[in-house]
């Protein structure tokens, strides 16, 4: 059973730039999180998202970002205009249906922004 | 808002000692506490986990403990091994609309040969 998927694991950008990440649950999970890990710091919440719906997106900056899980394909995490204060590890984690606890995470996208 | 508190924020224990990391929520209403542990460059991975109803939880070499009137929960690796040297973060959710993880700031185990 594959865990969580994301890519690309490393993304570098210059400032102005969009960032696209991109996480497929593991198999079975219908439930996808985004958080954000600045270096040296914790993960920060940031969106949950089940198919086709934003549930939760307290932790999401107001301007530049969004974030979507369409009904087929992976759940992505869009960043347009790209900051160096966006370098940071992206990582997403999944759950199964019913809002199961356990979050499993991916191997996570390490944005650098030049 | 939510905020959870962990302490200390290293931690150089020797091969074979014990080691204990200790959390603190804010959010009464928590009642899901996972543990992860993350290497260096790695994905943070559940190591073990408690929910609220339990006071206690064992797995092998690690046990949580969780005290709700006191709304703290701590970690407590036995017999460490250098191979348990990781950053290690607790986290508090509550059941409802959103099962979001509140993080804490995370404890840079040391386990010395």
């Known amino acids: 059973n594959a865990g969580v998927m994301q890519n690309p694991r490393h993304l570098v950008r210059r400032r102005g730039q969009e960032a696209r990440l991109r996480c497929s649950p593991m198999?079975?999970?219908?439930?996808v999180y985004w958080y954000r890990q600045l270096p040296e710091e914790g993960l920060k919440f940031m969106v949950y998202?089940?198919?086709?719906?934003?549930?939760?997106e307290s932790g999401m900056p107001k301007e530049r970002f969004s974030a979507e899980f369409p009904k087929e394909g992976p759940s992505i995490l869009r960043i347009q205009q790209v900051v160096r204060g966006d370098s940071a590890a992206y990582f997403c984690?999944?759950?199964?249906?019913?809002?199961?606890?356990?979050?499993?995470f991916g191997p996570g996208t390490r944005l650098t922004v030049t | 808002g939510e905020n959870v508190e962990q302490h200390p924020s290293t931690l150089s224990v020797q091969e074979g000692d014990s080691a204990v990391i200790k959390c603190t929520y804010s959010?009464?209403?928590?009642?899901?506490f996972p543990w992860y542990k993350q290497e260096l460059g790695k994905r943070p991975q559940l190591i073990i986990d408690?929910?609220?109803?339990?006071g206690e939880k064992k797995d092998q070499r690690i046990a949580v403990t969780l005290n709700k009137t006191a709304k703290h929960f701590s970690l407590h690796i036995t017999e460490t091994q250098p191979e348990d040297s990781a950053v290690y973060f607790c986290?508090?959710?509550?059941?409802?609309?959103?099962?979001?993880?509140?993080f804490g700031t995370g404890t840079l185990l040391a386990v010395q040969p």
């Open positions: 984690a999944s759950s199964p249906p019913g809002g199961g606890y356990e979050q499993y």
């Open positions: 198999k079975g999970h219908s439930h």
């Open positions: 998202l089940q198919k086709e719906n934003i549930i939760d």
């Open positions: 959010d009464s209403a928590s009642n899901y």
């Open positions: 408690i929910r609220s109803n339990v």
């Open positions: 986290a508090a959710s509550k059941s409802g609309a959103t099962n979001k993880l509140i």
